[in-house]
C-alpha cells in the first residue's frame, strides 16, 4: 500500500517562507522512476498543479510560483520537498504531494495559510 507523510505546512505570514515534504513508502518501482510534483486546491478552486520533477531531475513550474518555489527530490530518501518563498495570501491552500508512473497517487494533502 502506497503511504504519503507530508509535513511542514502551517500558518505563515505574507512574504514569509515554509518548506513542504513528502516521504512516500510502499511504490511498486523504485522512487527514481516517478515523476513527483505538488499540487494545491484553495477553498471552492479545483486542485491545480504547481511543480513537478521528474525521474533524472528536470523541473517544471507554473507561471505562478516562478521564482518563488523550488522543487526538490532525494531519491535515497524517496522524497520531494517543495520550498515556498516569498508567500502570499493567494497561495493559502491544501498542498497535496502525488507520483506518477503509470498509475497515479495521492497524498492526503497539507494545510498552508498565509496570512497578511
Known amino acids: 500500500q502506497v503511504q504519503f507523510a507530508e509535513s511542514g505546512g502551517g500558518l505563515v505570514q505574507a512574504g514569509g517562507s515554509l518548506t513542504l515534504s513528502c516521504a512516500i513508502s510502499g511504490l511498486r518501482f523504485n522512487f527514481d522512476q516517478y515523476r513527483v510534483g505538488w499540487y494545491r486546491q484553495a477553498p471552492g478552486k479545483q486542485r491545480e498543479l504547481v511543480a513537478t520533477?521528474?525521474?533524472?531531475?528536470?523541473?517544471t513550474y507554473e507561471d505562478f510560483v516562478k521564482g518563488r518555489f523550488t522543487i526538490s527530490r532525494d531519491d535515497a530518501r524517496n522524497s520531494v520537498s517543495l520550498l515556498m518563498t516569498s508567500l502570499q495570501p493567494h497561495d493559502t491552500a491544501t498542498y497535496y504531494c502525488?507520483?506518477?508512473?503509470?498509475?497515479?497517487?495521492w497524498g492526503k494533502g497539507i494545510l498552508v495559510t498565509v496570512s497578511t
Open positions: 502525488n507520483a506518477v508512473y503509470g498509475e497515479i497517487f
Open positions: 520533477i521528474a525521474s533524472g531531475g528536470y523541473k
